[in-house]
């Protein structure tokens, strides 16, 4: 066992029920999840096909054009 794993045992030991049973609940439910790389995967794909659209088959942009727009919408 870690030492990042015992301090974790220990620290949950400390809680209160209440807010053990809201641990193990949160913990549970992100053991269950599954992460879905083909989805994600498609959805950078249909981004970066949407930027392409937008750009052109030559199309770049430049990262201080991309800061200069941002400090433009905040303002």
């Given at each position: 066992?870690?030492?990042l794993?015992?301090e974790?045992?220990?620290k949950?030991?400390?809680?209160?029920?209440a807010?053990?049973?809201?641990?193990?609940?949160?913990l549970?439910?992100d053991?269950?999840s599954?992460?879905?790389y083909?989805?994600?995967?498609?959805?950078?794909d249909?981004?970066?096909?949407?930027i392409?659209?937008?750009?052109?088959a030559?199309g770049?942009v430049r990262?201080?054009?991309?800061?200069?727009?941002?400090r433009?919408e905040?303002s």
């Amino acid at each position: 066992m870690s030492a990042l794993e015992r301090e974790i045992i220990e620290k949950f030991q400390r809680l209160e029920p209440a807010v053990k049973q809201c641990v193990l609940k949160t913990l549970t439910l992100d053991a269950h999840s599954t992460f879905d790389y083909d989805r994600w995967w498609a959805t950078v794909d249909a981004l970066q096909t949407k930027i392409r659209a937008q750009l052109g088959a030559q199309g770049t942009v430049r990262a201080l054009a991309l800061l200069d727009e941002l400090r433009e919408e905040e303002s």
